[in-house]
């Protein structure tokens, strides 16, 4: 097995000739997420077959997003598009009323220059519901970045102040409200006893419930109070976000929405590794703390009684080479967590890498190198899948993480693969899910033993 001997970053950019999803696959976990939203995709059936085939058996759950389909008297302008678009805007409001609608603008929105941006606020008080204008098209973003620029265009539409809740409704409603509102004092009053002596710190990126209560009672247990996550499990709880509010991600993905946070919303960004593994998850909290002023504790037990938790997975992967041919942009974080891990990490294939963004992240993948003492992988952006595929057969990798198009093929040349996009849907976020990560890792190099153990190697000559 060949390794490159590297003890710096290497950045390298290839052509972009590489598959991965389409970004309005997004949708697919932005509207389970956001309960009160409704996703309206402005595009050809190419996008609506893209959508069909992507989510699988979601699309039979009567998912909260549509296809407005572009037809030939659209893109030659001989139709309005104000109008279809009131008329399939007042159907949904009708149907299913949401709180939001987000229109996603595609590559033939782009191409024939519709306007998006400038309709949406007209329609918006027309109908009486928030149109957020997401341009997450295949010309200028790949797969993972769909949810930055829906979660950039939401950053705007974060209230800067309480919004005061209705007075006058029903009884019942004005009987729940009351308590809902004693509650809150209480919860006030419980929370001022803390002395919350920090700056509102909002996290951004989308995740499951369970992991946001998670990641939420770490930094509690530090004495860190969340105000709120970008996105918020309704659309009509966004956080408030103040000129001066601390902000930091979880995703490595997000640049532009915290862009948008600093430059628009006045935020201070806190730069750290992302929650990935227990060594991301320590120093993401360890950059808050720090951030804030507080002095972080039982931080360092924690992160070894995770390790400790994992030891039947080390043995498996230790001094394994991995390759990743990059679709998803979470590249970076599991391969330093799996060079953590003992692994041996060949090259890093990214669609897009924001250095400022993604700063801490990159001295912290290179401070692993240097601690396990393994050369530190080429990281390659906007790889070229057919030199990859070269590179794979003369480096010969134990492992390649690679998306669909790739994986069976490589199987059959006897190379293990890993479906990349599992990465995005399991829950890799905080330190209880290293766990997941190191079964999804290991599940294909045990099948590989229990295959060896039959004599089979390639299925293909
Ligand atoms: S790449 Fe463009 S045309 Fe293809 S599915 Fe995505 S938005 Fe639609």
Redesign the pocket.
């Known amino acids: 097995m060949a390794v490159l001997e590297e003890k710096q970053l290497v950045f390298e950019c290839e052509t972009g000739n590489y598959h991965t999803f389409?970004?309005?696959s997004c949708v697919a976990w932005l509207y389970q997420k956001i309960e009160d939203s409704f996703f309206l995709v402005i595009?050809?059936k190419?996008?609506g077959y893209?959508l069909q085939n992507s989510m699988g058996v979601m699309i039979f759950a009567e998912p909260r997003y549509a296809m407005a389909e572009l037809e030939e008297g659209d893109v030659s302008a001989q139709l309005n598009d104000y109008e279809e678009l009131k008329r399939l805007c007042l159907q949904i409001k009708q149907d299913r009323n949401p709180s939001v609608i987000v229109w996603i603008g595609?590559?033939?929105t782009e191409i024939i220059k519709m306007d998006l941006e400038g309709m949406a606020p007209k329609l918006e008080m027309e109908i009486g519901i928030p149109i957020v204008v997401a341009r997450a098209?295949?010309?200028d973003y790949a797969f993972t970045q769909g949810e930055d620029t829906v979660l950039s265009a939401m950053a705007q539409r974060c209230p800067n102040k309480k919004i005061e809740q209705p007075k006058t409704i029903d009884s019942f409603g004005t009987h729940l409200f009351s308590k809902l509102s004693e509650l809150e004092l209480n919860l006030t009053g419980f929370r001022s006893k803390q002395e919350k002596k920090h700056p509102p710190l909002i996290l951004f990126g989308s995740l499951p419930e369970n992991i946001i209560s998670q990641l939420s009672l770490e930094l509690e247990h530090q004495g860190i109070d969340v105000s709120g996550w970008l996105p918020s499990k309704r659309y009509m709880d966004l956080p408030v976000i103040t000129e001066g509010s601390y902000v930091c991600g979880v995703h490595p993905f997000l640049s532009r929405t915290a862009t948008t946070l600093m430059r628009k919303r006045k935020c201070k960004l806190i730069g750290a590794p992302f929650p990935i593994g227990p060594d991301g998850t320590r120093e993401w909290i360890e950059r808050i703390c720090q951030a804030c002023e507080i002095q972080p504790s039982g931080l360092e037990e924690r992160e070894a009684e995770i390790w400790q938790g994992l030891q039947d997975y080390l043995p498996l992967v230790s001094k394994k080479s991995v390759f990743f041919m990059g679709d998803n942009l979470l590249e970076i974080s599991l391969a330093r967590f799996l060079i953590r891990c003992g692994m041996i990490v060949q090259e890093v294939g990214i669609p897009y890498l924001d250095k400022r963004y993604q700063a801490a992240e990159l001295d912290l993948l290179q401070r692993t190198c240097l601690q396990m003492n393994v050369p530190i992988p080429k990281i390659v952006e906007k790889p070229d899948n057919y030199n990859q595929i070269k590179r794979i057969q003369e480096l010969e990798p134990d492992l390649v993480i690679t998306g669909m198009a790739h994986a069976n093929p490589l199987e059959a040349l006897g190379i293990n693969t890993k479906w990349s996009v599992e990465f995005t849907f399991s829950q890799i976020h905080g330190f209880t899910n290293a766990k997941d990560i190191l079964e999804l890792v290991t599940r294909p190099l045990r099948r590989k033993e229990n295959f060896q153990s039959f004599g089979w190697k390639k299925m293909v000559k």
């Open positions: 389409c970004p309005i595009g050809t190419t996008c893209f595609t590559c033939t098209n295949g010309l």
